[in-house]
Structure formats: structure tokens, C-alpha cells
């Protein structure tokens, strides 16, 4: 057993002093104590996007260290909660424990799902059935999301009822046929009409992207570090030979380019 894996009851050990230290923090210390839903709000959203920054990096320490500032937060609204009488972190337990054994019923009922595709339909559906049908299909798409990201959990969600493409090689079909309407339209130099063909052709692109099991938003990362990567290198070798990059020439970058191109493989 790897030593770094702690029992049960060391697990639950940890947990609980958490919730002691929190509570201590909350009563005594001035910043905790001033801190709401609202406050706190910020915060949250930075510590999700360090620890997605985090697992992008594979820094496993860094995504444990990660993980415990997401885990305060969650147990800080818990605690905020409790201090209300609305709930707390036992009701947030229990009500996550209740949902994950509800949308399972192929390991806790009699429902048949072979692959991941078949747990993800049965999960959707489930949703939509939590509040008797009447729940709307994308309403659980949170607003805030990234615009890439909000994109693919709507065709995800859509697809869970079964509105999707028969065969995935026929979305190329739409990904061609937006693009040849966004090209119109920027021939004719109209802005608006281009913005709205530009949203349909990213919009199907991220389709395509999920119909063959690939993350858009994980790709699109992965293309940003890359280009980061080698625009530095570029940086970095103009500062060596004390010419800007303002007074190279294109050939001159794009060999640049190359060669930090070459570097990778």
C-alpha cells in the first residue's frame, strides 16, 4: 500500500480537524469571521481555475495543495450555512451521497449500462425526471460557464435525450458548411452577420470535438501553453542578440519558431 494513503478512520480524523480549525477561525479570527456567500465568491472561482491549472500541469502536489483550498471553500459555505439553519456539511454529504446512488442505478438498482456512454445517457435523464419532467433540459447549464465550455455541456446535455447526430462523421458535413458561411459573410466585410457565423462554425467545431471524445477547452489549453512556449523562445533569443522583436523581419520569427517547433519532438 503506497504510504501516502491514509485509513479511513486517519481520513475522517483529518476531515473532522478541518472542521475544528474552521470552526476556531470562524469565532476568533476577524477576516473569517466578516466572510459571506459574497465575499467569498471571488475567491472560490480563482481557487477552481488553480486547481484546473494544476491538473493540466499533472503537479500532483500541486494539486493537492490545490484541492485542500477548494475543500476549505466548500466547507466554508457549509459552515455559513450551518451558522443560518439552513444546512450543514453533513446535509451537503447527504444530499451529494442521496444524488450519486440515485443517478446510479446500474450499481445500485436493476438498471443495465455496459459502457460510460450508456451511464451518461441514464444520467441526464435522470436529471431531467428529479423534478417529475418538468425540469428544462440545458437549465442546469450554468450562465457563468466559459462560452467554449458552456457550448460542450449543452451538446452533452442535449445529447443525453437523444438529440444528436446518428453518425459522428456527419457533423464534418455542418463544420464545412459553417465555415463556408462565415467565409461569405467576411467577404462581404458585415460584421454582425460574421460575429453570429463565427459562434455557429466554433459552435460546431466543438461538437465535432465531442462526438469524438475530445475536450475542446482541454485542447484549446493545451494550444495556448504551446504557442506560450514558443513565442518565449523567440522573446528569449531576441534578448540574447539585442534586437527586438518590433525589428525582425517575419522570415526571420517564423525560423525562430521552428526551431523552438523542433526543440519539442
Same mark, same amino acid.
Not at 475544528?20 to 470562524?26: A, G, I, N, P, T
Not at 467554449?148 to 463544420?175: C, S, T
Not at 467577404?187 to 471524445?213: M, P
Given at each position: ?37 459574497e465575499s467569498l465568491r471571488p475567491n472560490t472561482l480563482e481557487e477552481t481555475y488553480e486547481l484546473c491549472d494544476a491538473l493540466i500541469r499533472a =503537479? %500532483?502536489?500541486?494539486?493537492?495543495? +490545490? !484541492? *485542500? /483550498?477548494? &475543500?476549505?471553500? @466548500?466547507?466554508?459555505? $457549509? ?110 466585410? =458585415? %460584421?454582425?452577420?460574421?460575429?453570429? +457565423? !463565427? *459562434? /455557429?462554425? &466554433?459552435?460546431? @467545431?466543438?461538437?465535432? $470535438? ?34 527586438p522583436l518590433t525589428e525582425m523581419t517575419l522570415e526571420e520569427m517564423d525560423k525562430l519558431w521552428n526551431e523552438a517547433k523542433a526543440q519539442e519532438?
Open positions: 500500500m503506497n504510504s501516502n494513503i491514509h485509513t479511513r478512520e486517519e481520513q475522517m480524523a483529518a476531515f473532522g480537524r478541518l472542521l475544528d480549525v474552521l470552526d476556531e477561525l470562524r469565532e476568533k479570527c476577524p477576516w473569517d469571521r466578516k466572510q459571506t456567500n =503537479d %500532483k502536489q500541486d494539486i493537492c495543495k +490545490e !484541492l *485542500g /483550498d477548494v &475543500l476549505l471553500h @466548500v466547507c466554508f459555505y $457549509a459552515k455559513i450555512g450551518s451558522e443560518t439553519g439552513d444546512f450543514d456539511i453533513a446535509d451537503v454529504c447527504q444530499h451529494l451521497t442521496d444524488k450519486l446512488i440515485y443517478r446510479h442505478p446500474h450499481i445500485y438498482g436493476d438498471v443495465k449500462a455496459n459502457d460510460a456512454d450508456a451511464v451518461l445517457k441514464n444520467w441526464e435523464q435522470l436529471k431531467v425526471k428529479e423534478k417529475d419532467g418538468n425540469k428544462r433540459v440545458l437549465s442546469g447549464v450554468p450562465a457563468a460557464l466559459p462560452s467554449l465550455i458552456k457550448a460542450y455541456r449543452i451538446q452533452d446535455k442535449a445529447r443525453g435525450v437523444g438529440f444528436d447526430w446518428e453518425q459522428r462523421e456527419d457533423v464534418w458535413q455542418k463544420v464545412h458548411e459553417e465555415l463556408a458561411e462565415l467565409e461569405a459573410e467576411l467577404a462581404r466585410e =458585415d %460584421k454582425e452577420r460574421s460575429t453570429d +457565423e !463565427l *459562434g /455557429d462554425f &466554433l459552435f460546431s @467545431v466543438i461538437n465535432a $470535438a465531442r462526438l469524438y471524445h475530445l475536450n475542446p477547452d482541454n485542447a484549446l489549453e493545451r494550444t495556448n501553453r504551446k504557442f506560450i512556449r514558443r513565442f518565449t523562445y523567440l522573446e528569449e533569443h531576441s534578448i540574447r542578440e539585442g534586437k519532438k
